[in-house]
C-alpha cells in the first residue's frame, strides 16, 4: 500500500545551522506531497506542498523539492532558529475523491541556542 | 484566517463511557476527516466523509466509532465505549475539495485520556 518513511528522529542542531529531514514515499499514480509542522502543545499546521513532480514548495525559509526519480521529499531550510523546533510530518495525498493524507511517523527537531 | 475549532481540547474519561469529540470544520469545505495521534506515535487516518456518508475508513474505525455532521456546521466523532488503548489525540479536518492538490487544513486536536 501507500507509505511515507521519514528519516529518525531526533534531530538536535545549532542555531543557522543547516537542516535536511529525508522523506521517501511509495505510491502509485501521482501523488501530491506536503510537509506538516506540529509546535509543541498545537495542533497540525500545513508548512509547504507540491503537487507534481519537480514542483519545489516553500515557506518561512523551507524548501522541498517533489522528486519522482527517488520518489523523495526532503525538507530542507538554511539556517534554522531555535523557534524551528517542532515535529515535522510529511504526508502524501492521492488524486482520488476525498483522498485522505498518509502520514510518515514524523521527525522531531530540537534547536539549540 | 478561517480554521477548524475542536471542543473539547481535554477530555477525562472512565473506560467504557461514551465520548463525543465535536469539530466546526471550515465553512466552505466539503470534506471532512478525524485522524488520532497515540503519544509520540504517527497521526492516523480514521474516516473521511462527504456528502453526508463515509467516504472511506480505516481498519482502526470499528464499530465502536461514529461520526455524524448533525448540522450544517458541526462534525462529530464518537466513540461508544471507550477503552484504554483509544487515549490519544484527535484531530479534526476539512478540504475544500477532495482532489490531491487540496490541502486539508487541522484543528488544534481534542486530548483524550481514558482510565
Known amino acids: 500500500g501507500d507509505s511515507v518513511t521519514q528519516m529518525e528522529g531526533p534531530v538536535t542542531l545549532s542555531e543557522e545551522a543547516f537542516l535536511t529531514i529525508n522523506c521517501t514515499y511509495t505510491?502509485?499514480?501521482?501523488?501530491?506531497l506536503f510537509w506538516y509542522v506540529q509546535y509543541p502543545g498545537e495542533g497540525l499546521q500545513l508548512l509547504l506542498k507540491?503537487?507534481?513532480?519537480?514542483d519545489k514548495g516553500s515557506n518561512k525559509g523551507f524548501e522541498a523539492t517533489y522528486r519522482k526519480e527517488t520518489t523523495s521529499f526532503h525538507l530542507e531550510k538554511g539556517s534554522v532558529q531555535v523557534s524551528d523546533s517542532a515535529v515535522y510530518f510529511c504526508?502524501?495525498?492521492?488524486?482520488?475523491?476525498?483522498?485522505?493524507?498518509?502520514f510518515g511517523q514524523g521527525t522531531e527537531l530540537s534547536v539549540k541556542p | 484566517e478561517p480554521e477548524v475549532t475542536q471542543t473539547p481540547s481535554h477530555q477525562v474519561t472512565q473506560m467504557g463511557q461514551e465520548v463525543i469529540l465535536r469539530c466546526v470544520p471550515i465553512?466552505?469545505?466539503?470534506?471532512f476527516y478525524w485522524y488520532r495521534q497515540i503519544l509520540g506515535q504517527k497521526v492516523e487516518f480514521l474516516v473521511s466523509?462527504?456528502?453526508?456518508?463515509?467516504?472511506?475508513k480505516s481498519e482502526i474505525f470499528d464499530d465502536q466509532f461514529s461520526v455524524e455532521r448533525p448540522d450544517g456546521s458541526n462534525f462529530t466523532l464518537k466513540i461508544r465505549s471507550t477503552k484504554l488503548e483509544d487515549s490519544a489525540m484527535y484531530f479534526c479536518?476539512?478540504?475544500?475539495?477532495?482532489?490531491?492538490?487540496?490541502?486539508?487544513?487541522f484543528g488544534e486536536g481534542s486530548w483524550l485520556t481514558v482510565v
Open positions: 465553512s466552505n469545505h466539503l470534506y
Open positions: 479536518a476539512s478540504s475544500e475539495a477532495g482532489g490531491s492538490g487540496n490541502t486539508i487544513y
Open positions: 504526508a502524501l495525498r492521492k488524486n482520488n475523491q476525498g483522498g485522505k493524507l498518509i
Open positions: 507540491a503537487t507534481k513532480a519537480d
Open positions: 466523509f462527504y456528502n453526508n456518508e463515509i467516504s472511506e
Open positions: 505510491a502509485t499514480g501521482y501523488p501530491s
